[in-house]
């Protein structure tokens, strides 16, 4: 059975789309928090939280966002926040540092979690997430102004449905400039399943609607109808003698009538068409389509005409017709084709073109024509259904004995371009100027972009193919010392280090003998604009410069991976979690934002004893609430903020491929699978405390990709559960079976390959 991706479906966020307005009121005031966290730009008092209000969504025209996204803008998103000075008139409980003022963090605590509300005549809708710093639609949200505009031209929004399969149910999304779904509604009952044909309409007053009608669910008759928000405004029957299911499509085929016009017709038996207003209203009855001609189901298709209206592509097997409206000419005829079409749909780039759609076991072939007659043939999978490799030599030390072998034709070789962003950012080695001023000045931008997209500045057909990693990450070499010796002016303690529960910075290393590698570990904790800086406006300058040569030639960009094993990496066995200073205040405004500012509550929930002063759990034997093991809810809290707050600069990493243009189904992750399904708060490492999510990158809207090493295909498995959310282009960023015999090495690599996956960079 096939289902929708978790990437595409399963996003954190919900739509309470058509309630009642009293419902609706009462759910504002019942259940969402008025706690927000305050994550300010840097320097400005507005508020990123905000939501900018969604963009009018059309029938697929929108006009493209072209203007480049030029660096320095002086509205970047930073987080930042600060805590007054200590206040040596508080008494601080005994066993607690004097940091972490309760009062002072309650202040901070500002959260939004209800991202847009719309109310008309019909309908009242509310969209909710219930994470928006890992909800990518809000995260794109919050980049405004010229942060938000890419270096090409972005798509138009688009209504999807979910797809035919018996599982399916009938969500409804419409997707943004960038391809991730800003809203997303059920459309009908959870008990009709089958999946939703949906099409999208503007009314001769310009309010937008769409139609969705279930694909295979016979018993439903009533088609219902929904604003740009998801809320359901009106609805229509299906006429007298059309039985369901039924196709729907929307177009302007109707030139005399105001706005667009919907086209319904049976999907399996030869009833009529009816034309209907995008109010549902019924225009005009047509006759049976393709009446005695039919192979099978039909299938509808709005196709432009040359008058800049739409004619009605109708389809079955290799039966055609063109239907025209308003004593424009219509054609029908039979397709001369040497296989069996699947489906035929209108081309993007001629009004008279056609794209066939045909059944191949191995080979995504298309055919097109312009008379039934002339095919012109395409393999259109010729790139997407190979299979890439790299075969690195070097790595930890260790040296492959291995050569690349001859390549086949659908299996071929790629390089890996891993590069570390952060340290070739303005000013990197001079932490206290970034503190100053975190944005870039004109000069920086330009110098930063020449400095390090300078090997790669030729068109990417001229390039080898390269398997792209552009990426920071909290495994900094010697250059991020000044960072670690700046000191946090209320703790004294490091302030951009990665600490252990003693306040102690660490360091990392990785390799053998003469080619061993030591790290200096960063701290991912937010509320520091200059390690924002550092991090995100080093990737996004990076992208920008990538993304129009990534246009010029999308054919030589199969991945892009953003991240590289983001993860919190305390070697020492006595601690668990990042306890820099913004880690632990960061830590309270999330358990704020998840129980609200009653500290009574809090306590009784965690069974903590706070009550001026805050700490997180570090096992000092203050009592079972500081002990640091698995059962303690306070200790499990302390583990999934560490967790939320990896995932979250994920996230970033996402927004910033995004907006720089990239496709959400190139953008993937490199991640370590840990306990893989969350069962266990135990780290996956016996050697070290490593906390490596990946469950975030199955379900945040884009690609996916992780590490993994030895054999594990017969197994319950990451390659499984990716393959059974949907994902079919999964790349391995580090891959080596480990095996010294070849069977099961092979057989591996051919459950990747007929499991979704795309490429292996093989260690």
């Known amino acids: 059975m096939q289902v929708p991706p978790l990437g595409a479906w399963i996003i954190p966020r919900v739509d309470f789309s058509g309630c009642m307005q009293s419902d609706g009121i009462r759910f504002v005031r019942d259940h969402m928090t008025k706690y927000r966290f305050k994550s300010a730009q840097f320097n400005r008092t507005a508020s990123l939280i905000g939501f900018a209000g969604w963009a009018m969504v059309s029938a697929g025209l929108d006009a493209a966002e072209r203007e480049a996204n030029l660096f320095p803008v002086d509205d970047f998103p930073f987080s930042f926040w600060e805590l007054p000075p200590l206040d040596p008139a508080v008494p601080v409980p005994a066993g607690f540092p004097p940091h972490y003022p309760i009062a002072s963090l309650l202040e901070l605590a500002d959260r939004k979690r209800l991202l847009a509300f719309h109310e008309d005549a019909n309908s009242v809708t509310l969209t909710a997430t219930l994470d928006e710093n890992l909800d990518l639609a809000a995260e794109l949200t919050r980049a405004r102004g010229n942060h938000a505009k890419a270096p090409v031209p972005l798509g138009p929004r688009m209504v999807v449905g979910q797809g035919a399969d018996e599982g399916n149910l009938t969500f409804v999304k419409i997707l943004n400039a960038h391809g991730i779904a800003d809203i997303q509604f059920l459309s009908h009952p959870p008990q009709v399943r089958g999946g939703v044909n949906v099409a999208a309409a503007r009314t001769g007053k310009g309010a937008f609607r769409i139609a969705a009608a279930p694909i295979s669910d016979a018993s439903v008759t009533v088609i219902p109808l929904f604003n740009e928000h998801g809320g359901k405004v009106g609805e229509f029957k299906l006429p007298l003698g059309m039985g369901a299911p039924v196709w729907v499509v929307a177009g302007d085929f109707l030139s005399e009538a105001p706005g667009d016009e919907f086209i319904v017709t049976p999907r399996s038996e030869a009833g009529p068409a009816v034309i209907l207003s995008a109010e549902g209203e019924e225009i005009q009855r047509l006759g049976p389509l393709l009446a005695g001609k039919r192979q099978g189901e039909i299938r509808i298709e709005p196709i432009p005409n040359e008058s800049g209206g739409h004619d009605l592509l109708a389809t079955s097997g290799n039966q055609w017709q063109r239907l025209a409206f308003e004593g424009r000419k219509s054609i029908a005829f039979e397709a001369k084709a040497d296989l069996q079409a699947t489906g035929v749909f209108p081309s993007a780039f001629s009004s008279n073109r056609l794209l066939i759609a045909t059944e191949d076991p191995l080979r995504s072939i298309w055919l097109e024509t312009e008379d039934g007659i002339d095919f012109e043939k395409r393999d259109v999978g010729a790139f997407e259904n190979r299979f890439w490799y790299d075969l690195a030599m070097n790595h930890g030390g260790a040296r492959a004995d291995w050569k690349s072998p001859p390549e086949g034709k659908y299996v071929r070789s790629a390089t890996y371009a891993h590069l570390r962003v952060e340290g070739s950012s303005p000013r990197a080695k001079e932490p206290a100027s970034l503190e100053a001023a975190p944005l870039w000045t004109a000069a920086e931008a330009e110098a930063f972009g020449q400095r390090i997209f300078a090997r790669f500045d030729k068109p990417l057909h001229q390039q080898p193919l390269k398997i792209w990693e552009p990426t920071f990450t909290h495994r900094m070499s010697s250059w991020f010392k000044p960072w670690l010796e700046t000191k946090d002016p209320r703790t004294g303690l490091s302030r951009y280090g990665a600490l252990d529960r003693d306040g102690y910075t660490d360091d990392y290393e990785e390799g053998v003998g003469t080619k061993k590698s030591s790290f200096l570990i960063s701290t991912y904790a937010y509320g520091l604009p200059a390690l924002d800086s550092l991090f995100n406006q080093s990737l996004r300058g990076f992208l920008n410069r990538l993304s129009p040569r990534f246009r010029e030639h999308p054919e030589m960009v199969f991945s892009m991976e953003p991240n590289h094993e983001h993860e919190i990496n305390i070697g020492r066995k006595k601690s668990a979690g990042d306890y820099n200073p913004k ?46 093991k698995e059962g303690n809810p306070f200790y499990d809290a302390w583990y999934f903020y560490n967790r939320h707050v990896i995932n979250r600069r994920i996230a970033n990493t996402f927004r910033e491929s995004l907006l720089a243009g990239f496709p959400p189904e190139v953008i993937k992750s490199h991640q370590i699978p840990d306990s893989y399904a969350v069962a266990s708060t135990k780290e996956f490492s016996s050697t070290q405390a490593r906390i490596t999510p990946v469950d975030y990158a199955l379900s945040a809207g884009v690609g996916f990709g992780f590490t993994r090493y030895g054999v594990w295909y017969e197994k319950g498995d990451m390659m499984a559960g990716a393959s059974s959310s949907g994902f079919d282009s999964v790349i391995l960023g580090e891959y080596n079976a480990l095996s010294a015999e070849v069977k099961p090495a092979v057989d591996q690599l051919k459950y990747i390959f007929e499991n979704g996956g795309l490429g292996v960079h093989c260690m």
Do not use: C, I, S
């Open 583 to 628: 880690m632990v205040e960061g830590f309270f405004l999330h358990l704020v934002g998840l129980y609200g500012g009653n500290l009574a509550h809090l306590n009784e929930v965690m069974g903590t004893p706070f009550t001026t002063h805050f700490d997180a759990p570090r096992n000092l034997g203050r009592g079972g609430w500081d002990e640091m």
